[in-house]
């Protein structure tokens, strides 16, 4: 049960002839992963509050860009301040598989974890083994005497808890100086085992730290590796730059050093050029490397979304610059260049990236990306629990104000803008720019903070009120009115001798009509920025806030497709036309005929005219011009064919659908249609206009016995999917209809 399977995977850019370049990864029997889980689940919400905010690894609420985005503001401190120091980013020797199991028992013990917990925890390293799987071949079996296993899902927690004594000493070493800054002195940021430090006198507090780090190795076997170690020198005098390099065999950076993936470097001004230009570059090569694989155009944006994105996005939440709009508009290009695979785009930009539920495919906009990223960053920090040190670093800086102030003064008062860190600035102003807007209708005073008020009238003192947990506008709000004060005393524990202090309060609320927000009228968004818990995803929220346009604005094609029929549709119609592709089959294939029409793909005759000067004219009938309509519709040679699929139609699901270009052609089926007949009726109709676009540019006319073999296709493998999914119900339900006329028929070719 303790035997673990070790694979093995290469470090990307090292040689692969060494065994400290491969990457262990320990694959654990079931039953050992669901118990370390089981413990897991049961510390996970304890780490918050015995982990140190210095460390955002494997802690809940806490995140990578918490440490990046404080690290650039430290930087940009220093540089305020002219102060030496030296960034430091140390690097682990295997620190996963070196932890000293009796080192690991020694800190759950100091953390006064109960002994039948830790117990517990031991049993996973009573007599564990492994044996290395590579390359096919199996190792024997050997015993494992120290490490934690990275695959368990304990394993990282217990490792937070093993490093954090070392993290304490350090802050609490006053020979180990950081930099001196309003918000205290910040030495150190730590994701798991990745520390980087900053020390502002180096040359005394690098003794005290090795010997530290020496200390704690021989407790823990945690070892260091002093020639990995990156050191960025700012502000340092030559002649103490030149005695420290002399004295120590660091990796010395000259203009950057690597954090989390991130280039910190000294000046804001070359962020973009060690950050998104190698980030342009790897993503150029990547997508040429997939050139030649074969993949639908739907195929391609599902890869985008899943493989690139994920990396862009990394950059948008570490990366607290104002990024240019250049090289936004060059990420965005590579994109849509890769689903066209370099050929002239089929669907317009604004389509593609128009939300699905709205008529668009979804994918990704990257300027609307980068903004709902800094949104939701800053939104998350307000309301944290415990807010992250850069949070409290940037507030410090500008205090007596903070960026929450800065998010609801009208108009932003300049003159208090002074001193305010860049990172800082980029908040402010994405959100009152971005933000703000999708407060509406409701006034924006009604989602500040309670300490606003202070603002409003400067003597108001709010700090007991905020003790007692009144930290917004909203908590003072009844659905009607104010609250009155002695509900206000029961519900939140105010003092009988604050009455004075709720008048004035209650007067500011009625000079700017603040009133509360009905639950039923508040959006995901109104919640996000309300504090509301249980809200899980905010990027994703705040993006769609933001990529979504006015519900009461049609897509090009649909206009276009309204002009074509001489019709008008509602959004809610096109809603239903729209989605319905998504139900219409598992085959990709299908939704691609479908989307593929919907949006006006086809270069018909009609369009080709405008490009080549060519004839205009239909080549099935060769009479009439060749519009997208009268291709897949009103030409005389189709006529027959789209009867028999009519005639097909009533014999499946014992419907007359009424023979018309916007349900046959759309998929506008009445709403009176039951659900399980929609879904036949919905794959007849795209199988009728896959067929029909497989003689595209051809005289000849499509069978009806050609639709019949592709519904036996379709049929048989949505009933591989549903058995494969637990779904078989789901699919008898869809293709009763289907599976009764073929049975009747013998299951032959014909009609």
């Given amino acids: 049960m303790l035997l673990a399977t070790v694979v093995t995977l290469p470090k990307p850019g090292k040689p692969p002839t060494h065994c400290v370049n491969f990457r262990p990864i320990s694959i654990l029997n079931v039953d050992i992963k669901l118990y370390a889980k089981l413990l897991a689940s049961r510390v996970a919400p304890l780490l918050p509050k015995l982990i140190h905010p210095d460390q ?15 690290l650039f503001d430290v930087i940009d401190l220093a540089n305020r301040s002219g102060t ?18 009796g080192f690991m028992r020694q800190t759950l013990e100091a953390f006064q974890f109960p002994a039948l917990f830790i117990q517990s925890v031991m049993a996973l390293y009573s007599t564990p083994s492994a044996k290395v799987l590579s390359m096919g071949f199996s190792s024997p079996t050997f015993p494992i005497t120290n490490g934690t296993r990275q695959g368990c899902p304990l394993s990282p927690l217990i490792f937070v808890l093993a490093l954090e004594p070392l993290a304490s000493h350090i802050r609490l070493n006053t020979f180990i100086s950081g930099l001196p800054t309003p918000a205290g002195e910040q030495k150190l940021a730590l994701f798991a085992d990745d520390i980087l430090l900053y020390l502002s006198t180096p040359e005394t507090s690098l003794p005290p730290l090795f010997n530290l780090l020496e200390k704690y190795g021989r407790l823990s076997y945690y070892k260091n590796n002093v ?49 998104y230009l190698p980030l342009l570059q790897s993503i150029e090569k990547q997508l040429q490397s997939w050139h030649s694989v074969e993949l639908s155009w739907l195929g391609r944006m599902a890869s985008l979304k899943m493989s690139i994105l994920p990396q862009i996005l990394y950059y948008f939440r570490n990366v607290p610059i104002f990024l240019p709009a250049h090289i936004l508009l060059r990420l965005q290009k590579m994109l849509f260049a890769h689903i066209w695979k370099r050929k002239p785009p089929r669907i317009s930009a604004t389509t593609i990236t128009t939300p699905r539920e709205l008529g668009g495919l979804g994918f990704p906009d990257l300027l609307r990306y980068y903004r709902a990223s800094l949104l939701a960053q800053l939104l998350a920090a307000l309301h944290s629990s415990e807010p992250p040190v850069w949070l409290r670093l940037e507030n410090a800086v500008i205090a007596p104000n903070s960026i929450h102030d800065f998010m609801w003064y009208d108009p932003l008062p300049r003159s208090k803008l002074e001193g305010i860190l860049p990172s800082s600035y980029l908040s402010v102003l994405t959100w009152r720019h971005w933000g703000r807007p999708l407060l509406k209708p409701f006034r924006l005073l009604s989602f500040a903070p309670l300490s606003f008020l202070s603002r409003l009238s400067p003597d108001l003192n709010l700090a007991s009120w905020t003790l007692q947990g009144v930290t917004l506008v909203q908590h003072l709000l009844a659905p009607n009115s104010i609250k009155l004060f002695p509900d206000l005393v029961q519900e939140f524990g105010i003092s009988f001798n604050e009455i004075f202090t709720y008048l004035r309060i209650k007067h500011i609320l009625l000079t700017h009509r603040i009133g509360a927000i009905p639950d039923k009228d508040m959006s995901a968004f109104h ?47 096109w809603f239903y036309a729209t989605s319905s592709v998504y139900r219409l089959s598992k085959s990709t294939g299908m939704r691609e005929a479908h989307l593929k029409l919907l949006y006006r793909w086809y270069l018909t005759p009609a369009r080709l005219h405008h490009i080549s000067k060519g004839a205009n004219v239909c ?39 009424p023979l018309q270009p916007e349900t046959y052609l759309l998929h506008f089926i009445p709403i009176t249609i039951q659900i399980p007949p929609r879904g036949l009726i919905s794959a007849i109709f795209g199988v009728a206009k896959l067929v029909l676009a497989s003689h595209w540019n051809s005289t000849s006319t499509p069978s009806l016995s050609e639709v019949l073999t592709r519904l036996d296709s379709i049929c048989k493998y949505e009933e591989m999917f549903a058995s494969a999914h637990n779904t078989l119900p789901q699919y008898q339900a869809t293709w009763e209809g289907w599976i009764s006329y073929r049975s009747s028929k013998g299951s032959s070719s014909s009609p």
Wanted: a positive charge; aromatic letters at 10%.
């Fill in 56 to 70: 955002t690894g494997f802690v809940q609420e806490r995140q990578t860009c918490d440490n990046t985005r404080r």
């Fill in 84 to 101: 030496p120091g030296l960034l430091l980013s140390l690097d682990a020797e295997k620190a996963f598989d070196r932890m000293h199991w």
């Fill in 227 to 275: 020639g990995k170690t990156q050191a960025l020198p700012l502000h340092i005098p030559g002649p103490s730059l030149v005695d420290l390099k002399t004295q120590y065999s660091f990796d010395w950076r000259s203009d950057s050093i690597k954090y989390l993936g991130i280039f910190l470097t000294k000046n804001r001004s070359s962020i973009v050029k060690h950050n």
């Fill in 527 to 573: 919640r996000l920025c309300l504090g509301k818990k249980n809200l899980r995803k905010p990027l994703s929220l705040c993006y769609r806030c933001l990529v979504s346009p006015n519900t009461e604005r049609k897509l090009p094609y649909m206009l276009r497709w309204e002009k074509d029929l001489n019709l008008s549709f509602s959004r809610e119609d």
């Fill in 619 to 657: 080549w099935r009938c060769s009479t009439e011009k060749g519009s997208l309509l009268h291709v897949f519709w009103s030409c005389p040679k189709i006529s027959s064919y789209w009867a028999d699929i009519h005639g097909l139609t009533k014999l499946c699901t014992a419907l007359d659908i």
